[in-house]
C-alpha cells in the first residue's frame, strides 16, 4: 500500500489516496499499526482520501487508537494539497466530503504547489446533546455549556463545551504548561461528562487577538496542533468575552488564524499544509521509503 505523510501545523497523519489504493479492509486496525512511532511510520492517524459521489473527495479520518473521527481541521487542509498537488481536482476551491458534512476549502497556491489554506468549518454546535455532553447549560448564554465547573478528581475546572462536528472541551488558564495538558488532558478526554469522549484544549491568552494553545486529542493525546480544536477555542474565547472574533492560535507546531465571522457566523480556518514524504506499507513487514 502506498502511503503519503503530510503534516498541518506538526498534526501529522498517514494519507492513502482510495482513488487508486483499494480501502483497506480494517482501517481501525491499520491505523494503529501505522500511527505507532516506534514500530509504524508514526503519525496522530490514518486518513483516507476517497472518492466521493457529492463533492471532489471524501475524507475518512482514524486516530491513532484506531477510533474513527467525525473530523480533523489540520488533516482537511492537509486532503486539499493532496487533491490539487497530485493533479486529482486542480481548482482553486475545492469541496471535500467529512463527517461533518460537505466543507468548502479556498487554496492558497504558489509555484504550482499549494502552501496555506482556508477552510469554511461552518457554524460551531452548542446545544449540550449535540456536543454531546451532560454538562448542564449556562443560562445566561442560552443553554449553552459556557464556563460552566467540571469537577476533575480534586479540581473543579471551569469550561466551555463546543463541537465543530466533533466535540471539544475548552479550559482556560492562567499559565499553560505540561501539567495541564499531559496531567488533565487524559482525564478530561474519558469524563463520564462526555459520551462520546472528547477532545481537550488548553488555553493562555495573551491578548484579545492571540492565545496559546496546548492540546489533548482525544484517540491520538497530546499532538502538536488541533485544527477544530482552535476553532473551539476562537468560539469559546468569544463566548467568555476574553478574546476577539478574530483570532492567532499559537500552538506547538505552529500558528492558526481563526475567524469567527459575524456575518454567517461560520468559523474560518487558515493554516498550512506539508507534505512530508512517501513510502509503501507492507503488511507484516517493514515499511519503506519512497527513494523516487
Request: hydrophobic share 40%; proline share 7%.
Amino acid at each position: 500500500m502506498r502511503f503519503t505523510k503530510m503534516h498541518g501545523a506538526g498534526n501529522d497523519y498517514i494519507f492513502v489516496n482510495c482513488f487508486q489504493e483499494p480501502i483497506p479492509e480494517d482501517p481501525a486496525e491499520l491505523a494503529r499499526l501505522v500511527s505507532d512511532r516506534h514500530f509504524g511510520v508514526g503519525a496522530d492517524g490514518l486518513i483516507l482520501i476517497c472518492p466521493s459521489e457529492k463533492a471532489d473527495a471524501r475524507m475518512r479520518i482514524f486516530n491513532a487508537d484506531g477510533s474513527e473521527a467525525e473530523m480533523c481541521g489540520n488533516g482537511v487542509r492537509c486532503v486539499a494539497k493532496y487533491l490539487y498537488d497530485h493533479g486529482i481536482a486542480r481548482k482553486p476551491t475545492l469541496r471535500i466530503e467529512t463527517g461533518r458534512g460537505i466543507l468548502s476549502l479556498e487554496l492558497h497556491v504558489s509555484n504550482n504547489r499549494v502552501e496555506r489554506v482556508r477552510v469554511d468549518m461552518g457554524e460551531p454546535i452548542l446545544t449540550p446533546a449535540q456536543i454531546p455532553t451532560t454538562l448542564p447549560g449556562n443560562p445566561q448564554h442560552g443553554g449553552a455549556v459556557v464556563d460552566v465547573e467540571l469537577p476533575v478528581e480534586d479540581r473543579i475546572l471551569r469550561v466551555t463545551c463546543v463541537s465543530m462536528g466533533n466535540p471539544h472541551c475548552v479550559c482556560f488558564v492562567d499559565q499553560l504548561s505540561d501539567e495541564w495538558v499531559l496531567g488533565l488532558g487524559p482525564k478530561i478526554e474519558h469524563h463520564p461528562r462526555f459520551p462520546n469522549r472528547v477532545n481537550v484544549e488548553f488555553v493562555q491568552v495573551l491578548s484579545p487577538q492571540e492565545v496559546k494553545v496546548g492540546v489533548w486529542e482525544r484517540g491520538s493525546g497530546p499532538t502538536l496542533a488541533c485544527g477544530t480544536g482552535a476553532c473551539a477555542v476562537c468560539v469559546a474565547g468569544v463566548l467568555t468575552g476574553r478574546t476577539n472574533r478574530q483570532l492567532l492560535a499559537h500552538l506547538p507546531g505552529g500558528n492558526l488564524e481563526l475567524l469567527w465571522s459575524e456575518t454567517d457566523l461560520h468559523v474560518y480556518l487558515t493554516g498550512p499544509a506539508v507534505e512530508v514524504f512517501s513510502g509503501i506499507w507492507k503488511a507484516g513487514e517493514d515499511w519503506l521509503l519512497d527513494e523516487e
